[in-house]
């Protein structure tokens, strides 16, 4: 098994045992009991999280004391035909409440249910995590119980080095500090990555990926359908990905922030993105951010959808059998019928010459059929659209310029992309798709009652869909030198 998927697996596993064992009393003689229940709940969460893998997680050792006890759980891999092959095994030393001696000795004098720290034991298929780590804890999960039902705690992956000829990895370590309770049900999280890279030798070359300062943080709640709501970010300071023959691409300052609440039985929230900088083969193309909101999502019909795609065969040639398709369609229709709306308050795209932006308002509706020609059913999804695309003529020509092996800074490569651009421009303006506003090309679209208006002018869809079908220009030739002397 390789190593990424097994330390995965690593931290699957200690976060599954850890949130599970949350419901267990670790006093009297109930211990063993519960920690056999919390294996089982355990052992449901891995399904979940990894289904594609035959694992089981098993209670096989209890060392049972009077303020402390050791619990060791075994996760293996039970393949069809063939004897299990244990893949890890997790040790969990148990404080036992209501003044665990830890947290005396810090002074922490509230008392709580226990005190667990999982770890994971040095076997023939993690020895060489223990290695990379050089002598830390490969992987820890800290989990304090209290009896408000609440689970505080963090999880530390260890930092890893591995240099070999084929390939290198190193990461600098995550730390991940935690709140949640005993049924899962609610999560605080606030996580954080310094650095990792990966270099691994391909036939056609060297490819590198490198990410810096990456984070995570949320403070969410599972509602009755299984959607989590509340906020969350993700950081990411830096990420770099280079494959051989291809321009690397690097991302500096991405954020994004999400925010999910619900009144009744509707989901609405709001999507916000911003990346600071967007640099191709070493040349900046811009930065962009992004504003936009969503309602009207149906819980308990999206609820039913989604788990009934995730149940669907990816092979899909033969078709949908009538009965799942019926039901497909159903599920579908009680979604579209709360008439989801998405609203991109403004997309912007910032490159050194220009700025654009993109601003669009969607709704969907529930069609009286689906036995439709696709036009017809498409105007009866969409019961509305208001959209609206600024492009500077400047960020045409920055287009241009960042085509792979473009010399930026020749006045020969300047005047061939400032004619392109033209040239673009110009086929947008004569075919009415675009219209001139200043420096800016405009172009709208409306759709509403039946109606599709293409810059205030109403068009029929199949027109629309010709102008967009047509052939873009070629590119201009180059401008050509003098003739050498002989």
């Not at 063939?82 to 148990?94: A, T």
């Not at 962009?288 to 989604?306: M, V």
């Not at 792979?404 to 075919?431: C, F, H, K, V, Y």
């Not at 409306?446 to 102008?467: C, D, I, K």
């Amino acid at each position: 098994m390789k190593k990424p998927l097994l330390t995965t697996l690593a931290g699957v596993a200690l976060v599954a045992v850890g949130t599970a064992v949350g419901g267990a009393w670790y006093t009297g003689t109930r211990l063993e009991g519960e920690l056999r229940q919390a294996a089982s709940q355990a052992q449901m969460a891995l399904q979940a999280q990894l289904p594609e893998y035959p694992l089981h997680l098993q209670l096989v050792e209890l060392q049972r004391g009077i303020f402390s006890s050791t619990a060791t759980f075994s996760l293996n891999v039970q393949a069809e035909d063939r004897p299990p092959v244990e893949v890890l095994r997790v040790l969990d030393d148990i404080q036992h409440g209501p003044f665990p001696l830890t947290r005396l000795k810090s002074l922490q004098l509230a008392p709580v249910m226990a005190v667990n720290r999982f770890t994971l034991a040095r076997t023939p298929i993690t020895a060489d995590l223990f290695t990379l780590a050089k002598g830390a804890e490969p992987v820890r999960l800290d989990a304090t119980l209290g009896y408000n039902r609440t689970v505080d705690g963090g999880l530390t992956l260890a930092a890893l080095h591995l240099d070999q000829p084929q390939g290198a990895v190193a990461f600098s370590g995550l730390n991940a500090t935690f709140r949640t309770d005993m049924e899962a049900s609610r999560l605080r999280l606030d996580s954080t990555v310094g650095q990792f890279s990966l270099n691994v030798r391909t036939p056609d070359g060297w490819a590198k990926l490198e990410t810096e300062g990456f984070g995570l943080t949320g403070d969410n709640r599972r509602n009755a359908d299984g959607f989590w709501l509340g906020p969350g970010q993700l950081r990411l300071g830096r990420l770099l990905l280079a494959m051989p023959g291809k321009p690397a691409v690097e991302v500096r300052d991405l954020q994004l922030q999400g925010d999910t609440q619900q009144q009744g039985q509707q989901l609405a929230g709001t999507l916000n993105a911003s990346l600071g900088r967007l640099d191709i083969a070493g040349k900046t193309l811009g930065k962009a951010t992004l504003s936009s909101h969503y309602s009207n999502l149906d819980s308990p019909a999206l609820a039913q959808l989604n788990a009934l795609l995730q149940h669907l065969p990816l092979d899909t040639e033969q078709g949908l059998d009538p009965t799942t398709q019926a039901t497909l369609q159903q599920h579908l229709g009680d979604v579209l019928a709360a008439r989801p709306q998405l609203v991109v308050d403004d997309l912007r795209l910032d490159t050194p010459s220009g700025s654009n932006h993109l601003r669009l308002d969607l709704s969907l509706a529930k069609p009286a059929t689906y036995d439709l020609p696709p036009e017809q059913l498409a105007a009866q999804l969409l019961a509305g659209l208001d959209a609206r695309l600024s492009v500077a003529r400047g960020s045409l020509v920055d287009g241009v310029l960042f085509q792979p092996g473009a010399q930026r800074t020749q006045p020969a490569m300047q005047q061939q992309a400032q004619a392109t651009a033209e040239a673009l421009a110009g086929i947008g303006l004569n075919s009415g798709l675009l219209k001139a506003e200043g420096e800016d090309l405009v172009a709208t679209l409306n759709y509403s009652a039946g109606r599709l208006m293409l810059n205030g002018q109403e068009v029929p869809p199949e027109q629309l869909l010709a102008l967009l079908e047509r052939p873009q220009p070629a590119a201009p030739a180059k401008p050509q030198g003098k003739a050498p002397k002989r």
